[in-house]
């Protein structure tokens, strides 16, 4: 193992531990406000109730993301100085849309909504939450735009400096970078499949408060159909969106999409793999069952198209890039395909099948039922992961496809010693944040809505506020 690997490795660890708090706070943050207006226009207080119990959850949250985010930034100059010094420019603009317009709005607004419970009236109140939660998506988007450029770069020209020295890329279209079509689509996806994770967050804990404590269910009932709701409506975007995805990735990307199918030669029509035992020696599969026509169809749209496979990539990058090996790991692209769809569609189906069990004021009284609910949370965020696993490795070999390969973006003055030494550093702290965020988190859940007691001042209405 050498400094890139390791370097790959510690870049990845800390990507996913931060991602199982960004869809979180993307999408409780909406689900919070939504409960506040609920409660602003309705005078209910078991909204006021789950709008300060679900308030405090995200919060808990929204503190871990900012401290695991900060590593992220870091690390373009720790390990990979190469890759910031050629990007630099192009990750300049939206970067920093999303520090100074984004994240001012998230965070500003969100310390006027904790302190501003009996401080402002209702209605600016109400407002502060919303515009966090403006800013939380905002934040979201300029992020994955400069995510987007990486797998389709726009808007750029490469500067050779005279003299020698590292090329860089130079920003030319800020507006191409925004509105690439690979952000467009890849924004809606991430977001969606945000709240659907915020959805069964709900859920998962409206089930275990009606599951311990039956006495809540006027609060509880409401939440978990809130829950199963968003969970259902963000899921029909998700298979939306993901349609949309693999046009684009049989576009741009083709080799990600061959290596996800493990399809080593041009295939027309071709079919969607269901189970396949591949010979990387070879380069071919020993065993494939597989949907006739459906692959062709995810990515052109036709059930006859084309779809390209990874031998015939594999000669075609040589030609046009030099030699080299441009094959990204094809086990783990294979497996985490199927992986983040069966474990989306599980949890897609709680909340479908949630929605059917809870109408017309109903509650099942099975309680493995509710048991089965919770479940969907931990599924959605491995979906999400394993998605992430599929469009970064995916990637591979390249950090900017086409443009600059990962063996090119490692920061060149860094020992193996010192990026194990960060790894083993990360590693370590991440762990005992875990562990603090997993109490914090199961403590609240449990105590229950009596944790955080509206103040008496909340529940007043001021006549001035209307």
Known sequence: MDTLDLS???????TIYHFLFVPLTIGLSVVVAA???????????????????????????????VVTGIVQEFQFGMNWSSYSTFVGDVFGAPLAMEALLAFFLESTFLGLWIFGWDRLPRRVH????????????LSAYFILAANAWMRHPVGFTVDQPVGGGPARAHLTDIGAVLVNPQALSTYLHVVSAAFVVA?????????????????ERPTFRRTLRAGLAATTIAGALVVFSGDNQAKLTAEYEPMKLA????????QAPAGFSLFAVGDL??????VDVEVPYVLSFLATGTINGEVQGINDLQQKFEAQFGPGDYLPNIPVLYWSFRLMMGLGFAAIGVGVVGLWLTRRGRLPQQRWLYRLAMLGLPAALAANIFGWVLTEMGRQPWTVVGELLTAASVSP????????FSLSAFTLLYGVLAVVESRLLLRYVKAGPA??????AATRVPAFVY
């Open 451 to 456: 944790a955080v007691t509206p103040d008496p």
């Open 259 to 266: 290596a996800a199918e493990a399809q080593w030669d041009t």
């Open 35 to 65: 409960l506040q207006t609920a409660w602003h226009r309705t005078g209910r207080p078991e909204y006021l109730s789950a709008t300060r119990f679900f308030g405090k959850l995200f919060l808990i949250n929204f503190a871990m993301g």
């Open 126 to 137: 109400l407002a502060t939450i919303w515009i966090a939660a403006i800013g939380s998506n």
């Open 281 to 286: 020696a070879t380069g071919r599969n020993v």
């Open 199 to 215: 959805g069964l967050f709900v859920v998962a804990v409206s089930a275990y408060r009606l599951l311990h404590h039956p006495e």
């Open 413 to 420: 003055g860094v020992s193996l010693g010192e990026v194990a």
């Open 8 to 14: 790959r490795w510690q870049f990845g660890i800390t």
